[in-house]
């Protein structure tokens, strides 16, 4: 009997229909176009509008998206994995709410939260699942209404986030397609640098902790900057030294959508031709859980069975990684 690997076999994505451009936010903070575009690489990010609608919302639409496209039947589900830094509600899980809407009736869910680098840390959750015999259709979701937690008279962090999700269903392969390998990491030594700092168990909520906009992400943009492109970039070169991939063996860099340039130095390190690289930053912004799994919407068409992928992501706390896997389907 072969090795069984976790293989991704379909993908969802949805985002909202408003529009922030960069030129309406030169209405709302002290910034220009020009500015953030050449420093970050974006031009405009998706907001979730509605008060009554939150980050679970994002992953239904996206989990529908998914099954309307692979005619799943959500029945047949095994698992379901949220990873987001913004969910619904604190306790309450988000992905339990999620599974329950789309009707996956026999699966168990949870919640994931590893920041930016959420996706990929629940992607190794469901490979794990799937290598194990346990289960056989684990479905994957990143979303985050990141609109929620930004304070938009701070132009530090109102120019590069936006609101989004994408989904993945890993199932079982035996023909050596899927996940092959995973370098994960993680460091407190960022913890102050990108962070809300109340409503925790640390500091709960009070009128103090509102009023002083502690309820809102707060970043030390040069130090995230220098560790994510130190980190993201070394785990790539890494993980492929270790399975013995040359630039030209790879065919898609699938990289975390949080700064253009930090995108750059990853694909450098590795040696990669531009065209090798997936964006989308331009049109999303910094969607935080929901980088990756959008990027392979975007370009699914693009993938072919067997092309050697590369994720690679940085977030908050610090959280990075970098998995290689290989496409499993033709689209």
């Given amino acids: 009997m072969n090795k069984i690997t976790a293989a991704i076999t379909a993908v969802g994505a949805y985002v909202p229909e408003d529009v922030l451009t960069n030129k309406m936010l030169e ?8 500015w953030i575009t050449s420093r970050t690489g974006i031009k405009e990010r998706r907001i979730l509008k509605d008060p009554n609608k939150g980050t679970s919302y ?24 949220l990873a987001s830094a913004t969910p619904d509600m604190p306790v309450a899980s988000t992905g339990v709410h999620i599974a329950t809407q789309i009707g996956a009736i026999n699966a168990f869910a949870y919640d994931l939260q590893a920041a930016c680098s959420g996706f990929l840390y629940a992607m190794s959750n469901a490979a794990a699942y799937i290598e194990s015999g346990r289960y056989k259709k684990v479905l994957v979701i990143g979303a985050d209404k990141m609109s929620s937690i930004i304070d938009y008279t701070d132009r530090t962090t109102c120019i590069i986030f936006g609101d989004g999700a994408g989904a993945v269903l890993m199932e079982p392969n035996e023909e050596g397609l899927g996940l092959q390998d995973e370098i994960l990491r993680s460091d407190s030594i960022g913890r102050e640098s990108l962070k809300i700092e109340a409503g925790g168990s640390l500091m709960p909520p009070t009128e103090e902790t509102v009023a002083r906009k502690l309820h809102f992400v707060q970043q030390d943009g040069k130090t995230v900057f220098k560790f994510a492109v130190s980190n993201m970039s070394g785990v790539s070169e890494e993980v492929m030294k270790r399975n013995g991939l040359a630039s030209e063996d790879v065919d898609w860099l699938v990289a975390h959508q949080a700064n253009k340039r930090i995108i750059g130095a990853t694909a450098s390190r590795m040696n990669l031709a531009e065209d090798k690289v997936l964006m989308n930053i331009e049109r999303y912004g910094n969607t935080t859980s929901a980088t990756l799994p959008l990027l392979l919407s975007d370009y699914e068409k693009q993938f072919k069975k067997g092309d050697n992928i590369i994720f690679a992501s940085f977030g908050g706390g610090f959280t990075w990684g970098a998995t290689y896997l290989k496409w499993a389907y033709n689209s």
């Fill in 58 to 81: 994002l992953g239904i639409q996206a989990a529908k998206d998914l099954l309307k496209k692979s005619n799943i039947d959500p029945k047949e589900i095994d698992l379901v994995i």
């Fill in 27 to 34: 209405e709302m903070v002290d910034t220009n176009d020009e």
